[in-house]
C-alpha cells in the first residue's frame, strides 16, 4: 500500500514538472498562400483596379458611386487587406482570401472591433487611373 502510495505521488509530481501557467504560443507560418486573382490586384493599373474593387463592393450590395482612391493595406490573417476611398468620403476595407471571396467593411468600424487599420502602404496607393487617362489623351 505504501508503495503504490509512493509511486502514484512519484508519478504526479514526474508529469507535472516542466508544466508552467502560460501556454506555449502558437509557431507562426511564414509560409503565404496568394491565389492568383489576388497577386493580379497588384499587377492591375490604378483604373482596372478601381473597377475591380469597386466591383466588389457592388456585390456585397454597397454603395460606391466613384472610386477616388485604393491601396493595400496589410495582409491579416490569411487575406490580403485593401482600402478604397470613394467619393461620397467612404472608406472601405475589402478582405480578399486566397479562394477569392472577399468581405467588405467600413473603415471607421475596423479598429473598434479589432481589425487593423485602413493604412495604406506607401509605393501601393493609386487613384482611380481616370486622371493619367485624360493627361494621355490630352497630349
Known amino acids: ?7 502514484l505521488i512519484s508519478a504526479t509530481l514526474l508529469a507535472s514538472c516542466g508544466q508552467s501557467d502560460k501556454p506555449a504560443p502558437p509557431l507562426q ?3 503565404m498562400v496568394r ?3 489576388q497577386q493580379r490586384l497588384f499587377d492591375l493599373n490604378d483604373l482596372d483596379r478601381a473597377i475591380a474593387l469597386k ?15 485604393t491601396g493595400y493595406v496589410t495582409r491579416y490573417r490569411d487575406l490580403d487587406m485593401w482600402s478604397a476611398t470613394c467619393s461620397d468620403d467612404r472608406q472601405w476595407a475589402l478582405f480578399i482570401a486566397a479562394n477569392d471571396s ?4 467600413l473603415c471607421d468600424d475596423n479598429e473598434k472591433i479589432g481589425l487593423p487599420a485602413c493604412k495604406v502602404k506607401p ?6 487611373g481616370l486622371d493619367n487617362s485624360v493627361e494621355n489623351k490630352a497630349s
Open 1 to 7: 500500500m505504501i508503495r503504490s502510495a509512493t509511486l
Open 29 to 31: 507560418n511564414d509560409i
Open 35 to 37: 491565389s492568383e486573382a
Open 55 to 69: 466591383r466588389a463592393i457592388a456585390d456585397q450590395g454597397l454603395r460606391c458611386t466613384r472610386i477616388i482612391s
Open 102 to 105: 472577399v468581405q467588405v467593411r
Open 123 to 128: 509605393g501601393t496607393e493609386g487613384g482611380t
